[in-house]
């Protein structure tokens, strides 16, 4: 812990920690050493690992990225911190990520960085000219640049599996409900899910055992399921394995340097053994009007909390209730999440529910049983996670629905429900990093994880 201490210090540059705590890694790190001593360790013992900063923590500050939280701390661990706490791993601290997860680009940053006066955005290690992707920019930036072994991300529409794939390292989602959301700042509560983000496959499966398993109490979409132990699986042949590519995920919108890093793992699975397959997912263009508007929906929802009331920021002056609540809820959220909250009491309101709101509901279960028509003819489904690499900080500018596009090839499998994951395949346009998006059936996490630790 103390020699990830010291580089996160030494790259603060970076952008990716918002808190730090040496005293408190340090106890815990002395704790998970007496364990060790003792010869009663757990799976995970001594581990450091780091936070986004959506996961609330009883030992560090919680802000999602928001000035709504700033100098906000739970009283309590989020389901998911404590598994891997009470697994022995030792918390680095907590990593910046957009507000309220809601971006691409982990540029909606609202609070600052540690070592900075002022909010920034996240540098991706392998080009700090450029974005590492987002929501959970910061994680990936961390474990890119070794500030971390290993990180939480979360993911509603692609927040694990596109900064994974642009910072160059493996990330994977659950299935829904496999992760318990209790403690993880709500987004949209029918698509959020906590995964880890690692250097390897092997390390996500060591991860992704403490982090999952029924919590039924806490979370109302829990899955009673057990938890399995991925790293027992991950040693199994590819022999015959047939990986499904979509022909919508390699078209004409896919950048010729990611193409061809595609090709290449693809190209490489057949040498292991695997079958390339041609399979449709045909509403896939579809899946971003759904998904911003549902996502926005339930966000516009679960925002309503942050009334300057129960908790986080409020306003100074005021004249009365209601100039109090609009007053501290302009001055805590920020523009994106202002929009959407906007998108989203729109397309729930009165007159336009059904034109929008009903409507998307449905197209999101075709997009669900279109992955099931698919699954008939292959095991595995493949393809970039993202249509380009990571682009330039600052690129997109002032056009949301440039960040909204990127997203087209994470959002299916997140409305879908399905596990997905992203590990590194390559490089494509200015060496930047390429990841290949595996997506599963439901519970199939330990068939992604084999397949991509025989890929790595
Ligand atoms: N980029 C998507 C959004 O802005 C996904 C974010 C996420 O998965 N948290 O909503």
Redesign the pocket.
């Known amino acids: 812990a103390g020699h990830f201490l010291k580089r996160i210090a030494s790259h603060q540059a970076l952008g990716a920690f918002v808190a730090v705590d040496g005293d408190v890694t340090l106890a815990q790190a002395r704790a998970a050493d007496a364990l060790i001593a003792k010869g009663d360790a757990p799976a995970l013992a001594g581990v450091p690992i780091a936070h986004k900063d959506i996961f609330v923590t009883a030992d560090f500050p919680t802000t999602a990225g928001s000035r709504m939280l700033a100098g906000y701390r739970s009283p309590f661990n989020a389901t998911v911190v404590q598994r891997l706490a009470d697994a022995g791993a030792v918390t680095l601290g907590k990593l910046s990520c957009?507000e309220f997860?809601?971006?691409?680009a982990n540029e909606n940053v609202a609070v600052p960085a540690v070592g900075a006066e002022q909010a920034v955005p996240v540098r991706n290690p392998w080009d700090t000219t450029r974005i590492p992707g987002?929501?959970s920019g910061g994680s990936a930036a961390a474990v890119a640049a070794r500030l971390a072994p290993a990180a939480t991300g979360?993911?509603?529409?692609?927040?694990i599996r596109?900064p994974a794939s642009f910072c160059g390292i493996t990330g994977i989602k659950p299935t829904y409900g496999r992760a318990s959301r209790y403690g993880m700042v709500a987004?949209a509560s029918s698509l959020d899910q906590a995964g880890p983000m690692a250097r390897s496959a092997e390390d996500c499966a060591l991860l992704l055992s403490a982090m999952c398993g029924p919590d039924l109490d806490r979370d109302s979409t829990s899955i009673d399921r057990p938890a399995e132990d991925y790293s027992r699986t991950l040693n199994g042949s590819l022999e015959g394995l047939r990986i499904g590519v979509p022909k919508e995920f390699l078209g004409d919108g896919v950048a010729p340097g990611v193409r061809a890093a595609i090709d290449a793992a693809l190209a490489e699975y057949e040498k292991l053994g695997a079958r390339r397959v041609a399979v449709t997912l045909p509403r896939t263009e579809l899946s971003i009007p759904v998904?911003?508007i549902l996502?926005a929906a339930e966000a516009s929802s679960n925002l309503s909390r942050f009334d300057g009331v129960k908790f986080g920021h409020r306003a100074k002056d005021y004249r009365d209730l209601a100039d109090m609540y609009g007053k501290t809820r302009e001055e805590g959220f920020g523009d994106e999440v202002k929009r959407r909250i906007m998108i989203g009491t729109y397309v729930l309101s009165h007159g336009y529910y059904d034109a929008y709101y009903l409507q998307a509901q449905k197209v999101r279960r075709m997009i669900a049983d279109d992955f099931q028509q698919a699954f008939k003819d292959c095991d595995v489904i493949a393809g970039p996670a993202a249509p380009t690499v990571a682009w330039k900080l600052g690129e997109h500018g002032d056009d949301p629905v440039a960040?909204?596009l990127a997203?087209i090839f994470t959002l299916p499998a997140?409305l879908a429900g399905l596990p997905g994951m992203s590990l590194p395949a390559g490089f494509g346009e200015d060496g930047m990093p390429v990841g290949l998006q595996l997506i599963g059936n439901y519970f199939a996490e330990a068939k992604l994880l084999n397949a991509a630790h025989r890929f790595q």
Request: glycine content about 18%; aromatic content about 18%.
């Open positions: 957009d997860a809601m971006g691409s987002g929501s979360t993911d509603t529409g692609g927040s596109q987004f998904y911003y996502a960040d909204y997203d997140s």
